[in-house]
């Protein structure tokens, strides 16, 4: 069965679950989620995806979905809690975000993690093709590339990190880091969203192991690994046809009657997750209605909040601060029929994205830290009138990119309303230069430009081992 040319590994499969517990298999596309990444490039391509179905135990074999061949990872109630819960999202997630929750660490969770690992790199040396393209997602798999080595050297290996690699001092707190260093160094090609990433990366690899870092890669006992920047982007050509549509215009315009038709709609669309500054946007919000510089008559917030990782306490704390807090600003400084804040814990379909994306006149994407964040290109993107204006955190990934945004340090509370309250007062009815030099960069740099070029690197890098 080894006849994948092309396998995707990732924590879990790109599919709704919800729809699949009914029998109807669809492609997730949640912002924020890998799937919704990786769509635009694999659909229709004979790709292979090895994941977790999201159900524990047994699973049955998948049909194709979108073209793409699924292949399930199985996993205990024990794997779910140790790898995904905890190894993954409560000992790296925090820690890669600047620390910016406590980092957990338990021994069972790093036996777990190497367990689950080698199960994801059992399933992959069993189908890939010789000579495949194998190419490993992210931070839960970061062991995957050794282990997919030792049994196939056969194999080009590529590994990609979605969310930031963090600096030393962070990094060296870990207690298997070498561990972590090697799995990653198994891979031909290390993809980072940031130079500084890359940086990060080399100056482990040279202290912890002592390899040989230099401006192409690292080499450990004979053995080169390639690393670069690679920024990850959307589909920009589907999301400006979306937003195009007649259907979308008419959605935009009843969203903004139906929110009472304020002068000016702040939007923020975030996976429900503490490094998203969900609460400091919202500290800032207060206070400048507390202020007097906004005030609820003609400003809303549409703050979108998708539930995520909800068995892990963090996030379980996180929602009933949000939650409470919400309250609080509607309790405080609405009235009857008027909310300065409308609250959606919802998974909302592209179409009605799209349409929200058209309604909004600032869009507020203010993370402490966060590897790139899709949801600021897509409303670039989106913005097919050039109007809108974006209000982007420095240290998301996407400030790289997207520097004519109005950037913020969403740490600075005052610096973070005086940024909003400019944003909010720029004409958001006429295009602006600004829209259109962010709205080029993401047609340029779209999400096929990025897997073809970390794709390309992927093979130069092979060529020459
Ligand atoms: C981040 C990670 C992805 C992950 C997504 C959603 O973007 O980099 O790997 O898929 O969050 O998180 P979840 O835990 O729901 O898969």
Same mark, same amino acid.
């Given at each position: ?105 338990? &021994? ?79 891979? /031909? ?129 996180? &929602? ?11 309790? /405080?400084?609405? &009235? ?128 020459? &081992?």
């Amino acid at each position: 069965m080894r006849d994948a040319s092309l396998v995707v590994v990732a924590s879990r499969l790109p599919i709704n679950d919800a729809a699949a517990s009914e029998g109807v298999f669809e492609w997730r596309r949640s912002p924020g989620g890998l799937g919704e990444a990786l769509h635009p490039v694999l659909v229709n391509t004979p790709a292979t995806w090895i994941g977790w179905a999201e159900k524990t135990g047994p699973t049955a074999p998948l049909p194709d979905v979108d073209g793409v061949h699924l292949i399930p990872v199985e996993l205990s109630e024990d794997d779910v809690h140790d790898h995904y819960e905890g190894f993954a999202n409560s000992t790296l997630w925090p820690l890669y975000h600047d620390a910016v929750e406590p980092a957990v660490h338990h &021994r069972r969770w790093w036996e777990a993690y190497q367990r689950v690992n080698q199960r994801y790199a059992d399933q992959a040396a069993r189908v890939a093709a010789h000579g495949a393209v194998v190419w490993v997602q992210d931070y839960h798999l970061q062991l995957v590339p050794a282990m997919l080595r030792a049994q196939r050297p056969d194999l080009r290996i590529g590994f990609f990190l979605h969310v930031p690699f963090p600096p030393p001092e962070l990094f060296m707190q870990l207690p298997r880091r070498a561990e972590l260093l090697h799995g990653m160094l198994g891979a /031909d090609l290390i993809g980072f969203q940031r130079i500084q990433a890359v940086h990060n990366f080399h100056q482990l690899a040279a202290k912890v192991l002592g390899a040989n870092a230099d401006e192409h890669g690292v080499t450990v006992d004979g053995h080169v690994t390639r690393t670069g920047a690679f920024p990850v982007s959307i589909d920009t050509a589907e999301m400006e046809a979306l937003a195009s549509l007649d259907e979308v215009v008419e959605k935009a315009a009843k969203l903004r009657a139906d929110l009472g038709s304020p002068q000016r709609v702040i939007l923020s669309v975030d996976r429900l997750d503490y490094t998203k500054g969900i609460e400091h946007r919202l500290k800032a919000y207060r206070e400048l209605l507390a202020d007097g510089r906004l005030k609820a008559s003609e400003t809303v917030l549409v703050q979108v909040a998708i539930p995520s990782r909800e068995r892990v306490e963090q996030y379980r704390l996180l &929602r009933d601060r949000v939650e409470r807090e919400v309250g609080r600003i509607n309790g /405080d400084f609405g &009235r009857l029929g008027v909310a300065p804040v409308h609250y959606l814990s919802q998974v909302f379909d592209r179409t009605e994205l799209a349409a929200l994306y058209r309604a909004a006149d600032v869009m507020a994407v203010t993370p402490l830290r966060d590897g790139m964040n899709l949801v600021a290109k897509e409303y670039v993107a989106a913005r097919v009138d050039g109007c809108g204006a974006l209000l982007l955190s420095e240290f998301a990934g996407a400030a790289a990119e997207l520097t004519q945004a109005y950037l913020v340090n969403p740490h600075d509370v005052e610096g973070l309303k005086d940024t909003l309250v400019e944003a909010l007062e720029a004409d958001a009815s006429e295009p602006s230069p600004q829209m259109a030099a962010m709205r080029a960069h993401v047609r340029e740099h779209d999400i096929q430009a990025w897997a073809r070029s970390y794709l390309t690197a992927l093979e130069a890098a092979c060529a020459e &081992r």
